[in-house]
C-alpha cells in the first residue's frame, strides 16, 4: 500500500515549493503538483502544513554506562521520543570504556537497539584506547558500514585517548576516509581545577562551569585542530559551546584544517544562570562542556545562520533526578547530561526560526541534510524521488509546550519545563511508514534499523 502526503508544501535545505509526495516500498517515488491517490493508498493531508525531510540527531547517547551509573533511556524508549520530535534517524556513540574490549563493545551497543527501535539509527565508534587490536578491529567495524570515530580529549581514565592513541586513530581516519567526532576539552586542567575547586569547599553544581572554563573548551579543540592538521584527517567538533571555542576553530578552517563544527540545542536556549539554581535544581543543568554565559549565545545563532556551525544536535543524554543526587557534596560526580532528543526540533525552529535567527532553509540544513552529507547517510536528508520517505508535516499554526509530564523520554524532569514552543509536529514517516499520525505515536518496535555509512575513501 502507497502513501501519499497531499497539498503540503515541501520545505528542504534550498527550496519551498507546494506539491504531493508519493512513497512505495520505503522510498519516495514521485513528486508532483497533483498526484491522484491510487484506491488503497494512505493518504495525508497536509493542507496549510509544512512537509520537512526526517531529521537527523548526530550526536545522542542512548546506551551509555558513564559516571558510575547508566544513562536512563532504553532503545524503545529514545527512538519513541525522537520520533515524537521529529526525529527520524540518530547516531548513537558506542561507547566501550578503557578497560573494554572495542569489538565487544560493538556487539553490545548494536544488539542493544537491534529489534528495539522505532527509528533508523546507526553509530560512531568510540575509540577509548589504541591497543594492539585496536587497528583490525576498526578496518573491520568500518567496513561492515560504521563510518565515524568519536574520541574524547576529556573524561581523563574512562574514555579519554591520550596523544599518541590520537594521532594513531587520526592516522587510520585519514587512510580509510571516515569522520572524527570529537569532544574537545583539556582534560588535565579540568581534572586540576577540579579538585582546587573542592579543596576550596566550592561542591555545588554552579562550581561545574568554573571547572571547565571557556578557555579549557577552546584550548581542547585548538589540540584537537592541530592534531588534524598534521594528519590530514577531517574533524567534528561535538557540542561547541561558546565565542572563543567557536573562533579557534574557525580559525582553524581558516587555515585549511577540514573541519566541521556541531553545536548542541542546550546551549542555544538555556546558560549558566540554569546550573546555579538554588537547593541543588542546577544538578538538572549538569553537562559538558558546561551552559555558558549567556552573552554566547547570539554568537551560536549568528555562526549557524551562516553555516559556520555546521550541524545542531542534542548530545541526548538523560539522568533523573536521583541519579542527579549522587553529586550532593560533590559536583564532579553529577552525571553529566540532559535529556532533549524530543525538544530539539520545537527549540530550534522556535528559538531560530521563529525568532528571526535561522532561515528556514539553514534549519533543515542543520538538523537533516548537512548532517545526512557529514556522515554519509545518503538516502537521508532530503525530499526527493529515490530518497527514504522519512517526513515530517509540521502545522506552523498551532502551539505547545514541553513538559515532563507529557514528553516521552524515559526522564523525570524536562530541562525546558513549561516553554511554549511554536508549531506542532503532526505527522511523521519512517520509511513510508506512519510513525505519528495527529499528534499520536502510532510506530512499530523494531522497525528501526541500522543504517549502513560508506566511508569519504572507499
Ligand atoms: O554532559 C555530557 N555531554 N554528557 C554526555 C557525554 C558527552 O560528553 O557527550
Ligand atoms: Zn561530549
Ligand atoms: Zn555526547
Not at 570529537?182 to 571547572?211: F, I, M, R, Y
Request: glycine share 10%; charged share 25%.
Amino acid at each position: 500500500m502507497g502513501l501519499l502526503i497531499k497539498n503540503g508544501e515541501i520545505i528542504t535545505a534550498d527550496s519551498r515549493y507546494h506539491a504531493d509526495i508519493y512513497c512505495e516500498d520505503e522510498t519516495i517515488t514521485k513528486i508532483a503538483q497533483h498526484i491522484e491517490a491510487p484506491e488503497d493508498a494512505e493518504v495525508i493531508d497536509a493542507q496549510g502544513k509544512y512537509v520537512f525531510p526526517g531529521f537527523i540527531d548526530p550526536h545522542v547517547h542512548i546506551y551509555l554506562p558513564f559516571m558510575s551509573t547508566f544513562a536512563k533511556d532504553t532503545h524503545e524508549t529514545g527512538s519513541k521520543a525522537a520520533l515524537m520530535g521529529g526525529t527520524t534517524s540518530f547516531i548513537e556513540m558506542l561507547a566501550p570504556s578503557r578497560g573494554e574490549d572495542l569489538m565487544e563493545g560493538y556487539e553490545l551497543w548494536t544488539g542493544k537497539a537491534e529489534g528495539n527501535s522505532y527509528c533508523d539509527y546507526s553509530f560512531h565508534i568510540g575509540i577509548s584506547k589504541f591497543d594492539g587490536n585496536t587497528e583490525a578491529q576498526l578496518r573491520e567495524i568500518v567496513a561492515g558500514g560504521m563510518a565515524s570515530f568519536k574520541v574524547f580529549l576529556a573524561y581523563k581514565n574512562f574514555f579519554g585517548v591520550n596523544d599518541e592513541e590520537l594521532y594513531k586513530t587520526l592516522m587510520l581516519a585519514k587512510e580509510l576516509g571516515v569522520i572524527v567526532t570529537a569532544h574537545c576539552e583539556n582534560d588535565e586542567l579540568v581534572a586540576q581545577l577540579q579538585q582546587t575547586l573542592l579543596a576550596q569547599g566550592k561542591t555545588g553544581p554552579e562550581w561545574h562551569e568554573p571547572s571547565r572554563p571557556e578557555r579549557v573548551e577552546a584550548d581542547g579543540t585548538h589540540h584537537f585542530a592541530t592534531f588534524l592538521e598534521m594528519t590530514g584527517a577531517k574533524g567534528y567538533i561535538v557540542h561547541l559551546s561558546c565565542e572563543p571555542t567557536l573562533k579557534v576553530a574557525l580559525e582553524a578552517k581558516s587555515r585549511g584544517v577540514d573541519l566541521a563544527i556541531e553545536s548542541v540545542i542546550p546551549h542555544f536556549v538555556l546558560d549558566k544562570c540554569y546550573a546555579e539554581r538554588a537547593n541543588y535544581e542546577g544538578a538538572k543543568y549538569i553537562m559538558s562542556p558546561p551552559l555558558r554565559d549567556k552573552e554566547n549565545q547570539q554568537a551560536l545563532w549568528n555562526a549557524l545562520a551562516q553555516g559556520m556551525i555546521d550541524t545542531v544536535a542534542t548530545d541526548h543524554c538523560p539522568f533523573d533526578l536521583e541519579q542527579k543526587d549522587m553529586g550532593k557534596g560533590d559536583f564532579t560526580k553529577i552525571p553529566n547530561g540532559m535529556p532533549a532528543i524530543e525538544e530539539r526540533i520545537k527549540l530550534l525552529y522556535t528559538y531560530g526560526v521563529s525568532r528571526g535567527n535561522l532561515s528556514i532553509h539553514r534549519f533543515v540544513d542543520a538538523a537533516s541534510t548537512r548532517v545526512a552529507k557529514l556522515f554519509g547517510l545518503e538516502q537521508k536528508g532530503q525530499i526527493a524521488v529515490g530518497k527514504d520517505a522519512d517526513l515530517v508535516i509540521f502545522d506552523p499554526n498551532q502551539r505547545g509546550t514541553i513538559s515532563a509530564k507529557t514528553h516521552h523520554m524515559n526522564n523525570d524532569y524536562s530541562a525546558f519545563e513549561g516553554w511554549d514552543v511554536d508549531g506542532q509536529i503532526t505527522d511523521v514517516t519512517v520509511r513510508g511508514k506512519v510513525a505519528v499520525s495527529s499528534g499520536k505515536f502510532q510506530g512499530t518496535k523494531g522497525r528501526g534499523k541500522l543504517i549502513k555509512r560508506k566511508t569519504a575513501g572507499a
